[in-house]
C-alpha cells in the first residue's frame, strides 16, 4: 500500500507543477513581434531605371513616400530624385 501511495502522490505533484506552468504561462505576456511595421519603416527595392542606372526605390512607410536613389559614377554621389506621395 506504501509504494501505491507514494506513486499516486508523485502523480499528483507532477499533476500540480504541469497545472502551474500552464497557469504561469497563460498569465504572462509574450513580447511583440518586431517584424511588424514600426513608426519608421522603409521598404528598398532594387531596379534598373531607363538608362540601365541601377537604382533603389525607397518608401518610407510611415508618410507613404517614395523616392528613387542611384549611384552616380561622374560625380562619386548617391543622388536622391523627388518625392512621390503615394497616400490616398
Not at 507514494?6 to 513580447?31: G, S, Y
Request: aromatic share 10%; glycine share 2%.
Amino acid at each position: 500500500m506504501a509504494q501505491s501511495s507514494h506513486r499516486k502522490l508523485v502523480l499528483l505533484i507532477c499533476i500540480n507543477v504541469v497545472l502551474l506552468t500552464a497557469l504561469v504561462l497563460c498569465r504572462v505576456e509574450l513580447p511583440q513581434a518586431q517584424a511588424q511595421v514600426r513608426q519608421y519603416d522603409y521598404m528598398l527595392v532594387p531596379g534598373n531605371s531607363d538608362t540601365d542606372q541601377q537604382i533603389v526605390w525607397v518608401i518610407d512607410l510611415r508618410t507613404f513616400q517614395l523616392t528613387t536613389c542611384y549611384y552616380d559614377r561622374n560625380s562619386e554621389q548617391i543622388v536622391v530624385g523627388e518625392y512621390l506621395d503615394l497616400a490616398y
